[in-house]
């Protein structure tokens, strides 16, 4: 049974700082590509950051330069660093894994942790 569990997130001021955390079991990690997105009261869920089963990230726009992915494939963690928050952060950050095998895809998602940037 796959499980992504998230966890760190919660109320932080403007300008302040978190660590999302996202433990996986029963996939194999170091073969999954990971994610994290976000989905905002009445917004479409969107990709935050990725990154690569070979370490290579990519950021959405509105957090390149804020926010930082890392894997620690021992611990089958992803982590996303978020610094300099703002208010326009505020969302449910969900955790995905993205596993290919044999043509074909398959998607997972942890159930969210909330986080919220208000003074």
């Known amino acids: 049974q796959v499980q992504l569990v998230e966890s760190g997130g919660g109320l932080v001021q403007p300008g302040g700082s978190l660590r999302l955390s996202c433990a996986a079991s029963?996939?194999?990690?170091?073969?999954?590509?990971m994610g994290w997105y976000r989905q905002a009261p009445g917004k479409q869920r969107e990709l935050v950051a990725s990154?690569?089963?070979?370490?290579?990230?990519n950021y959405a726009d509105s957090v390149k330069g804020r926010f930082t992915i890392s894997r620690d494939n021992a611990k089958n963690t992803v982590y996303l660093q978020m610094n300099s928050l703002r208010p326009e952060d505020t969302a449910v950050y969900y955790c995905?894994?993205?596993?290919?095998?044999?043509?074909?895809?398959?998607?997972?998602w942890g159930q969210g942790t909330q986080v919220t940037v208000s003074s």
């Open positions: 995905n894994a993205e596993i290919r095998t044999y043509g074909n895809k398959y998607d997972y």
């Open positions: 990154i690569t089963r070979g370490g290579s990230t």
């Open positions: 029963g996939i194999i990690f170091s073969n999954a590509a």
